[in-house]
Structures are given as C-alpha cells and as structure tokens.
C-alpha cells in the first residue's frame, strides 16, 4: 500500500475511486464503532472538517483513538483538539494550515512532536491555499492558479504548490493541485438514512471535502426522515452519494459546539489544552482515563459530569441554553452578555 501522501494529489486514482463508488439510495445506518473499523484504516488520510471547535465531530475522533488507529496522516484546515493523537501515538504526521485553539492556547501535544521532531510537517498552507486545493477537486480539475501564498516562504517550503506565470498577462500565479483526502468525518445536525445532511451555520470547506474525499462518514445529531430533508433541500450541504456511513451521535461535537444546539464547553476545553495536555505525562493519563477508560463518547461526558458534581442531563442542558442563548438572545460567541432567563415558547417563536 502507497503512503498517504503519494494518494493526496493522485487525481487519476481519485477519478478511479470515484467512478467505482455506488451513487445509489441505500441505507447507510451503523453503530460509530463500526463504521470507524470499518472505514479509518491505518495509514490513512484524514481531514478536519468542520472548524475547530465548531462542529467537529469530536466523537468519531475519539472513536479513533480508543480502537488505536495508527500512523494516520492529518490535514488540518484548522486543527483542533484531534490534533492532539501525536502523543497518543495515531499520527505520523500532517498538511497544516493552522493548529490551535484560539483563546484555550497552544495544542501542547503538537507542540511538542514539531519541536522534538516525532511530528511530520509535510507542508504548510495558507487557509485559502488549502481551500482551494479542495476546491479543485470538488470541481473535477487537476488544479487551480490563485494569487494566495505567493511572497511567502511557503512557495519555497510547500512541495506540492509551484509558481508560474499567467499566459494572458505574464504575472506570477501559484498553481494548487487538487487535493484527495482518503477520509472525512463531518459531524451535522441532521441526515438521512442514505446520507442526505443538513447543516445549520457555516459550512466552511465542507461541501468541498464531501466530494473530494474517497471515504465519508456523516455522524448527525438525529437521523430524520428522507421527506423532513426534502423539505428544506437548501439545508443539505453533503449529498447521500458522496456517504459511507451514516452514524446517530447525539451531543457529538462535544466538547466543541454545534451551531443552534449545544455550545461548546469552555471550562473543559481550557482545563484540559491549558493544564491537562501541558506535559507528556499528564496528556497521557488524561487519555488513559477518557478516552481508553470509556466504553464510549457517552460514558466519556458521564464522567465529566460527574467530576464536575452535576447530573449529566443537568450539564448537558446548560450548553444547550447557552447556545440558546446565543443563538437568540444576543449572547457573545465566547460566553459573555445576553439574557439568561429565556423561555422555550419565546426562543420557538423566534427560530420560526
């Protein structure tokens, strides 16, 4: 089997994958353990969709650590607290753009293996560079010229992006080659059976992704009926025919948020990235006791809960009021202002 890297810009084997993939309506429903076995293999590339913290199907990525997939490579367009799978000894290495998570800090983990050298970065991207490598594929061509990254020492460092000169005016242009990740997972707030899903909010790179990745998995928030999709057919950014596997993963995203549902929790992101993750030793008892010490995504939040002295639907319902919050009654994104007091009718009347 070739490295990830040899397959990421082989859009002759991408167009082979493509033609062989089945576009029929057929029911794509099974457990996340499964889909993960089945579907993430070792040696893998895997993009980070979503944004961040924001819709970041979070379960799926623990998923893949508890069932110890290895060598993965990551392409980060950003990348957030999956980052963090060096030290937990999933990741070779990555296509970065951008790894952090804002106000929480610095990913120490992928701190420490780009310092130390265990951590490959195999380029560096500018956020619209990397966009418009997806964006190529998406559209079917071999690659796009854009005036993105051009001046920068990324023209000299990236090895996959070249400059050339534009045939109608002569000026500089850098050339993008479509990129071909081997596996997406996007987190969403509904799909179908067949695959069908609906986001609310932005959708940042990931129709894009959809299409230019071999292998997709959706995790949803609730599995609805074909005809709730047909409904709103503006809402459904990810076709069936690009879907694997359909997985129904409530509170998914979390700990990061998702957009008009829950939003993400601060305490604990901050506690963990800014103390937990700060050295080798406590990232790794903090995953032999999350990640590999839980069953699963659920039982992982139980216990946060319960650390915490609080019922677990308790805490889980003070996100969702906060993103209610935010969503209605003018709460600032990072969980300052707004109205705390809001009633069920009055947020109802208007979200219609």
């Not at 997939?69 to 990551?74: A, E």
């Not at 957030?80 to 799978?85: H, I, K, T, V």
């Not at 932005?202 to 009926?225: F, G, H, L, Q």
């Amino acid at each position: 089997m070739s490295h990830a890297n040899e397959r990421l810009f082989d859009h002759k084997l991408a167009r082979e994958w493509k033609m062989k993939k089945s576009r029929a309506e057929k029911d794509k429903r099974m457990d996340l353990k499964e889909a993960v076995a089945t579907l993430v293999e070792d040696g893998d590339s895997l993009i980070e969709t979503g944004f961040s913290y924001v819709r970041g199907p979070m379960a799926a990525y623990w998923e893949i650590g508890r069932q110890r997939k290895k060598d993965l490579v990551g392409i980060f367009t950003p990348g957030g607290m999956n980052a963090a799978w060096h030290e937990f000894g999933g990741l070779e290495g990555a296509h970065v753009a951008y790894v952090g998570a804002e106000m929480r800090g610095l990913l120490m983990p992928f701190r420490r293996g780009v310092q130390e050298g265990t951590l490959k970065v195999y380029s560096e991207w500018s956020h619209g560079g990397l966009a418009l490598a997806l964006r190529a594929a998406e559209q079917g061509v071999n690659y796009v010229a854009c005036k993105s990254m051009l001046g920068t020492d990324i023209m000299r460092t990236n090895p996959y992006i070249k400059e050339a000169k534009d045939p109608w005016t002569g000026e500089p242009v850098c050339l993008v080659p479509a990129m071909y990740p081997d596996v997406a997972i996007f987190h969403v707030h509904h799909a179908d059976k067949y695959g069908n899903s609906r986001i609310w909010g932005p959708a940042v790179n990931d129709t894009a992704i959809a299409i230019a990745a071999r292998k997709v998995i959706v995790t949803c928030e609730r599995i609805v009926s074909t005809e709730d999709i047909r409904s709103n057919p503006y809402q459904v950014i990810i076709p069936h025919y690009c879907v694997d596997a359909v997985c129904e993963v409530p509170f998914g995203a979390y700990p990061g948020d998702i957009p008009g549902m829950y939003f993400f929790d601060r305490r604990l992101q901050e506690r963990v990235i800014r103390v937990e993750w700060k050295t080798v030793e406590s990232t790794r008892e903090w995953y032999e006791k999350y990640i590999l010490g839980t069953k699963d995504h659920f039982e992982m939040i139980q216990l946060v809960a319960e650390e915490e002295g609080m019922n677990v639907l308790e805490y889980m319902k003070r996100l969702e009021q906060l993103s209610c919050d935010a969503s209605y009654f003018g709460l600032g994104y990072w969980g300052v202002g707004g109205e705390r007091e809001w009633k069920y009718e009055e947020v109802a009347k208007r979200a219609i």
